[in-house]
């Protein structure tokens, strides 16, 4: 089950290995932990993914995330990938206790 603990050390791995790759807060949860939002490229078309909404559909959250590692520059080329991939942190943390 992924959740709020394995997305905070999935950002660490990527500030770390995908230099073109970074991650804000986009607001907290009621919980108080925060929603984060990975930013990919710098083209000039947006395109938000979000996943994560319920708190036991977090495979797609692990999806993302592995995606995001295994992708290369030029997957973006020409578009600005916005990716929450958590956006209900308490209920993953809720089921996966």
């Given at each position: 089950?992924?959740?709020?603990?394995?997305?905070?050390?999935?950002?660490?791995?990527?500030?770390?290995?995908?230099?073109?790759?970074?991650?804000?807060?986009?607001?907290?949860?009621?919980?108080?932990?925060?929603?984060?939002?990975?930013?990919?490229?710098?083209?000039?078309?947006n395109?938000?993914?979000?996943?994560?909404?319920h708190?036991?559909?977090?495979?797609?959250?692990?999806?993302?995330?592995?995606?995001?590692?295994?992708?290369?520059?030029?997957?973006?080329?020409?578009?600005?990938?916005?990716?929450?991939?958590?956006?209900?942190?308490?209920?993953?943390?809720?089921?996966?206790?």
């Amino acid at each position: 089950m992924y959740a709020y603990h394995e997305l905070i050390y999935d950002l660490i791995r990527l500030d770390v290995f995908q230099k073109e790759m970074s991650f804000f807060s986009v607001g907290t949860s009621e919980l108080g932990q925060n929603i984060f939002c990975i930013k990919a490229g710098e083209g000039d078309k947006n395109v938000l993914a979000v996943s994560g909404h319920h708190s036991l559909e977090t495979m797609l959250s692990e999806f993302l995330m592995e995606y995001l590692f295994r992708s290369k520059e030029d997957w973006f080329s020409g578009v600005t990938l916005y990716a929450i991939p958590l956006l209900n942190p308490d209920g993953a943390e809720i089921v996966a206790g």
